[in-house]
């Protein structure tokens, strides 16, 4: 039997390990997650109310607070035997990735980890395609895009039933950048984001990060014809980095995918006086 070590865990409070057991044919026999040190949290939460764990929980860690506090919060739901309510689930989700760090080394590598993450995960055929020589955005802009990428892919994750998405980061023919997220899903009508704001949270948060920047955010689509969102922002003139004079923009291929960029859309990029895409003034 072969046994494999990771000893110490990293980003855990504490000393920890893991041990994985092979058998002959190298297969998983056995797992051992090992927590030898002793850290004794659990006292602060004797003889409290259930209900003030998750007050409680989330100060034991300043790297990870809103993992215990959801760790908590699902630990009450299982004391009451309840299932919360899907606009609660949905703003726990929100919660847990809304303070995701940034990648340090810029937008365009955190959206090739966010985007191959996403393939890994949900098995879709996923594209991310970067056509932009390079260029520097303020972290508070970074952050706000990347934060809307996410919620796009959450999206599609969760309700398109899609099998291809791409990821495609250019700059127009007017100079202004644009995040384009796109797939091949179920897509929905219009009714979807004429109801109450409530029952819209994701679109409402896409569109008031965008606000923030001062960034144009519109979305588009069809029942069976697949969503359409696009984020249009600005970058300073100085910040936008130089090329060869004689070279083209830059295109970087992401490992998520063996296909060849640049690649056509799933459907063609609109004329910028065209007005084929829709904004949505309330989701």
Request: with cysteine.
């Amino acid at each position: 039997m072969e046994r494999i070590t990771i000893d110490p865990i990293t980003r855990l409070e504490g000393h920890g390990k893991i041990e994985i057991f092979l058998d002959d044919e190298g297969n998983v026999a056995n797992t051992y997650f090992q927590v030898p040190e002793l850290r004794g949290f659990e006292q602060f939460a004797i003889g409290r109310p259930v209900e003030e764990m998750p007050l409680i929980t989330n100060r034991i860690c300043g790297v990870c607070p809103e993992a215990h506090h959801m760790a908590a919060a699902k630990a009450i739901d299982m004391v009451y035997k309840v299932d919360p309510p899907r606009t609660a689930k949905m703003l726990r989700e929100l919660l847990y990735s809304f303070r995701a760090p940034m990648d340090r080394l810029g937008l365009v590598p955190a959206l090739e980890k966010l985007t191959e993450r996403f393939r890994r995960e949900t098995g879709m055929h996923m594209l991310f395609q970067n056509d932009c020589r390079p260029f520097e955005l303020t972290a508070s802009a970074e952050l706000q895009i990347l934060r809307i990428a996410q919620e796009a892919l959450a999206n599609i994750r969760k309700h398109a039933c899609a099998h291809t998405v791409r990821v495609l980061l250019t700059r127009r023919n007017d100079g202004a950048y644009m995040l384009l997220v796109e797939d091949d899903g179920v897509g929905f009508g219009s009714a979807l984001t004429e109801g109450h704001r409530g029952k819209h949270i994701g679109l409402a948060i896409m569109e008031e990060r965008a606000r923030r920047i001062g960034a144009d955010w519109r979305i588009e689509s069809e029942p069976g014809e697949g969503t359409r969102m696009e984020l249009v922002f600005e970058v300073e003139r100085n910040s936008q980095g130089q090329a060869s004079e004689d070279g083209d923009s830059r295109t970087t291929k992401s490992e998520t995918t063996n296909y060849t960029v640049p690649f056509p859309l799933l459907r063609p990029l609109p004329d910028e006086d065209s007005g084929r895409l829709q904004g949505i003034g309330s989701v």
